[in-house]
């Protein structure tokens, strides 16, 4: 199947949780200024959030067959040969979850539990994914993982 990039999100919005390293770390619920490496962060009242600074999170790095968690924001993967990848739903409608091929060693093929608009991702070479969860499944915003 040939590989195409895909982009199917006009807008992103960071829900619920928001950590801004040496900044604001929580649910944001009403107007919130803060400074997180010396740049402004704020926030109105409908928790929309604007940034100039880092949003930090922890990097899952998987090599072989398993399980991609869903409490990085970040997964590299490494294969060493024809690995089957499992992922769980999400667990907060907005969630973000990035997959990243780090190493090939042949071609990981992700099976998540919900996933719209087709049943697997496989990746090779140094594909990616970057996908979204809403209360239907996880949504592609962009990828050239090859889609199935």
Do not use: C
């Not at 294969?79 to 499992?86: E, S």
């Not at 042949?106 to 539990?113: A, I, K, R, V, Y």
């Amino acid at each position: 199947m040939a590989k195409k990039a895909r982009t199917v999100l006009d807008s992103l919005y960071v829900q619920d949780f928001l950590e801004v390293a040496n900044g604001i770390t929580g649910d944001v619920t009403g107007a919130v200024t803060g400074n997180a490496d010396s740049a402004t962060t704020a926030a109105d009242t409908t928790g929309t959030a604007t940034l100039s600074s880092l949003i930090v999170s922890s990097i899952q790095s998987l090599s072989g067959a398993g399980a991609i968690n869903v409490t990085s924001l970040i997964t590299e993967l490494t294969t060493g040969a024809a690995d089957a990848l499992t992922m769980i739903d999400g667990t907060t409608v907005g969630q973000i979850k990035i997959i990243k091929m780090v190493h090939d060693g042949g071609d990981g093929t992700l099976t998540p539990t919900t996933l719209l608009d087709g049943a697997t991702l496989t990746f090779d070479d140094t594909d990616y994914a970057i996908l979204y969860w809403t209360a239907s499944g996880w949504a592609i915003i962009s990828a050239n993982a090859a889609l199935a």
